[in-house]
């Protein structure tokens, strides 16, 4: 029997993905902690984290606080507003039209309160995209408009490239989901845009491409998209085979219950040990071999797939489409932060608390959103 679409699919392909390509870079690797081990742990990792969030995901009871359709709508509408103000407030801190290639030279000057970081994470992670594939699934394609806007207007204020390329990311995965179902469109993103990047390179091997569109596209592409969160677990191994596991101090409640070993965030101490950057990694890397080690690893990967599995229940009934759509942004946070990061910073909770409050009835005119579905409505 086929599993139907639901975020623990597109979520389950996007991490196993990131566990093959991991497995293949092994072969490539310098370090010498025990590679066996690492290769077993991160195939175990990635199958116990499947299993729940693929299978376990009939739906939620209902809550007794839901949307009704029209409630939903100018609900869309309030998101749009708040987006605006913490978008404003935002600039009042930081505006800065920099290239790309230079965010990372002006991006640890920018100073941010707290609050306002998490605002600003909720609001591009969860709220703009859940509006977005809002108004896209109830066809008010000028709000929609207005949602990539405001999620592109976040880039000067954040220099990051979540919020540059989050508005074409959209509308790409807008266009598949019209002449594809959900699962071929959630395997095609991924794939498309790294044949893409292989493609350029032997391009620019064999000389008719120049090296700065090349290197623009790979490295923000192939390199950023898959091949850095794969290196990651590289270079966790490599780190935790010689120092002290966090426990999961690496957590801001924890490590105030709890001693912990490291002061710090563990980017830095990546950046200090390797000089490749202060980059985050996923919960295969943070929850898994940071945490508890390889051994206990694929333990915490069941963990997660757990509550992504809540996360599926939650928004079953709802048009696969706005469950695509919604969840864009998620899938590429997951794949570059911790888990609890994505979860409390980056707006993930937010979302699949959003998706439970909301009716299937809020968009009655959820059939098929695919290029079939429209020429058989037209047909009709």
């Known amino acids: 029997m086929i599993r139907p679409f639901n975020f623990g699919y597109a979520l389950g392909f996007y991490l196993f993905t990131l566990i093959l390509d991991y497995l293949w870079l092994l072969e490539l690797s310098t370090f010498q902690y025990d590679h066996r081990t690492a290769a077993i742990s991160a195939l175990a990792s990635g199958l116990a984290f499947l299993v729940p969030a693929l299978l376990w995901n009939f739906p939620a009871r209902r809550p007794k606080l839901e949307f009704t359709g029209g409630q939903f709508l100018v609900f869309l509408f309030a998101i749009l507003a708040v987006a605006g103000v913490v978008l404003a407030v935002g600039a009042s801190y930081n505006r800065q039209f920099v290239s790309p290639l230079d965010i990372y030279e002006y991006r ?9 970081l998490y605002a600003i994470g909720i609001v591009c992670g969860a709220l703009l995209p859940f509006a977005y594939a809002g108004f896209v699934q109830l066809r008010r394609y000028g709000y929609a408009a207005l949602c990539l806007l405001i999620l592109g207007l976040f880039y000067p204020v954040t220099l990051t490239k979540l919020a540059l390329l989050a508005p074409a990311w959209l509308l790409f995965l807008t266009a598949l989901s019209i002449y594809f179902e959900a699962r071929v469109a959630i395997i095609l993103s991924l794939l498309l845009p790294v044949l893409a990047g292989v493609l350029l390179a032997l391009l620019h091997k064999l000389g008719p491409l120049p090296e700065y569109p090349f290197l ?21 191994n490599d780190f935790f085979s010689s120092h002290e596991l966090t426990r999961f101090c690496q957590i801001g409640l924890v490590k105030q219950l709890l001693s912990c070993p490291y002061e710090e ?12 950057g202060y980059f985050n990694a996923s919960l295969f890397a943070t929850e898994g071999i940071a945490s508890v080690g390889p051994l206990l690893a694929p333990v915490s990967a069941l963990a997660c797939g757990l509550v992504i599995s809540l996360a599926s229940r939650a928004s079953a009934g709802l048009p696969e489409r706005f469950v695509l759509l ?31 409050v909301t009716p299937s009835a809020a968009f009655p005119d959820a059939r098929s959103t695919t290029l079939q579905g429209h020429t058989d409505e037209i047909l009709r």
Request: charged fraction near 5%; avoid cysteine.
């Open 216 to 236: 623009v596209y790979f490295g923000t592409v192939n390199f950023r998209m898959i091949g850095m969160p794969a290196s990651a677990l590289d270079f966790y």
């Open 326 to 356: 919604s969840s864009g942004l998620q899938l590429h946070i997951f794949l570059n932060v911790p888990f609890t990061v994505a979860l409390v910073t980056n707006g993930a909770a937010v979302l699949f608390l959003l998706w439970y």
């Open 108 to 116: 640890d000057q920018i100073v941010l309160p707290k609050p306002l």
């Open 265 to 276: 965030q563990l980017s830095v101490y990546m950046q200090e040990s390797y000089h490749l």
